[in-house]
């Protein structure tokens, strides 16, 4: 007869649902998974390998997979009972099924997606604005790069211009006209529009939703991906975008450059470059996480991962956190404020709401924990958020929809929106590579694309960093 352990194992508490790109499988994610499988804490993680999009369904759009991505988690929580927390990451297309998805399930009463909080999402080289073929920061970079061929490169960029909707409508069909904003029409908006707002008249709240998450990153290859361009991955304008040494860009096998951890939590450490401004929560996390060893690691990814190896001792790097935490969060009983960012309308339509709603959900658990008034009258205040957040978004989409919109419209104003969330950028480099393409490589996707393992390395250091700001900044909440 078998004898009971006598250390207990900690039931799984946490999903991680893991989206593929355009005409690709659940098997993309497999290296992916191993390594995540590092993590100190990898029990409480049930990684959900999404299924139901397999290879060419991929072509029928953005919404029709998200609608089955969103199912599919459904599905999964009916036998998954003790899960709390919900985290997502996405590859390619998977980035804006992840993003559909999460906008069907967001639950406005409690802020959750289909009962679990939101914790962290994560995208690789995800095409947030759409693509185009004309000049900007969502172009092609098949199409931009065919301009500088000798001799031929302007009739064929144009040539590629020309035909460029057309044959993305009927190749990809439904996901070709999302990505180009083909959709929409009199009285609607292009989808690519509609995921930078919420529609609570449908039932879909998707900026609601990303909001909700406690941290956001996005991954981007520098050069060499000839589907997804860097300033549409990392979500910049190109001039938002950093200067990096051409060397180390030449030279690049991995991560080259990023935000500091906390740009994934706090809007004053992201574009801006800041950083000032943050409560003292924020700074207790950031401090916690800097004294963990998760830091700018500015092109030394792999080097780094080589010196630690596999023998990282991460128990030393949890004291060292926790004794962090315990000195600098002593009498600070600020609440967090920016982690949910700016909110609200974008064209400066319901900032104010969005905020309010932001504030509101994230309060709500402190309330929880005192006595019941307390909790019901954050829940009011909630509530009355999230509908002026709502009316907001509402009335925006009515003053968009009175006129069409151009394509370079749509990406501005996607990347508007967008920006007023904090996020976590890390650009990346495959220049040096001698294998694989650099879309492919990001995500370490199949045995040619091995070189991107690096990158996955720093994926896991990502998520441990930000499980140390969120014990961090609500200790006990974990």
Request: charged residues 20%; proline residues 5%.
């Amino acid at each position: 007869m078998c004898e009971a352990s006598a250390t207990p194992v900690e039931a799984p508490d946490h999903l991680l649902v893991l989206v593929h790109g355009l005409a690709d499988t659940k098997s993309a994610w497999n290296r992916c998974v191993l390594e995540l499988r590092n993590m100190p804490d990898a029990g409480r993680w049930v990684f959900l390998q999404s299924a139901v999009n397999a290879r060419w369904r991929t072509h029928q759009g953005v919404d029709v997979c998200g609608e089955r991505l969103a199912a599919e988690i459904r599905e999964l929580l009916a036998t998954q009972p003790g899960l709390k927390y919900i985290s997502m990451i996405g590859h390619s297309m998977g980035g804006m099924i992840a993003r559909y998805a999460a906008g069907l399930l967001y639950r406005p009463a409690d802020g959750t997606l289909a009962g679990l909080a939101p914790r962290h999402f994560v995208t690789l080289a995800s095409p947030h604005l759409g693509l185009t073929v004309d000049v900007g920061p969502a172009q092609v970079p098949f199409v931009a790069w065919a301009a500088h061929l000798p001799l031929l490169g302007g009739p064929l960029q144009r040539g590629l211009q020309a035909i460029g909707h057309t044959v993305a409508a009927r190749v990809f069909r439904g996901t070709g006209r999302h990505f180009l904003a083909l959709d929409g029409g009199p009285g609607e908006l292009p989808l690519l529009m509609c995921m930078a707002l919420d529609e609570p008249d449908k039932g879909r709240f998707f900026y609601s939703a990303l909001r909700a998450f406690r941290t956001r990153a996005c991954y981007g290859n520098v050069g060499r991906d000839h589907w997804v361009s860097w300033q549409n991955a990392t979500l910049r304008d190109t001039a938002q975008l950093p200067h990096l040494e051409p060397e180390l860009v030449r030279r690049g096998r991995g991560v080259v450059h990023e935000d500091p951890p906390q740009a994934a939590w706090s809007s004053g450490a992201g574009l801006s470059g800041g950083g000032g401004g943050r409560t003292g929560a924020d700074a207790a996390a950031a401090a916690a996480v800097a004294a963990a060893g998760y830091g700018v690691t500015e092109g030394a990814c792999e080097a780094k991962a080589e010196a630690e190896g596999a023998g990282r001792d991460v128990q030393r790097k949890q004291t060292a956190a926790a004794e962090t935490v315990a000195a600098t969060t002593a009498g600070s009983e600020q609440p967090r404020t920016e982690s949910g960012g700016q909110g609200g309308g974008g064209a400066g339509v319901g900032e104010a709401a969005g905020a309010a709603a932001c504030a509101a959900q994230v309060a709500m658990p402190k309330a929880l924990a005192g006595d019941a008034a307390a909790a019901e009258a954050q829940a009011q205040a909630q509530a009355q958020a999230q509908a002026a957040a709502d009316a907001a978004d509402v009335e925006l989409e009515e003053q968009l929809t009175a006129a069409p919109e151009s394509p370079a419209q749509v990406v501005s104003f996607a990347l508007e929106r967008l920006q007023q969330l904090p996020w976590r950028r890390v650009d990346v480099s495959f220049a040096g590579a001698h294998m694989g393409t650099a879309h492919n490589n990001i995500q370490a996707t199949r045995w040619t694309n091995t070189v991107g393992a690096g990158v996955l390395r720093h994926l896991r250091q990502h998520l441990e960093a930000m499980e140390l700001y969120v014990a961090a900044e609500s200790p006990g909440r974990v």
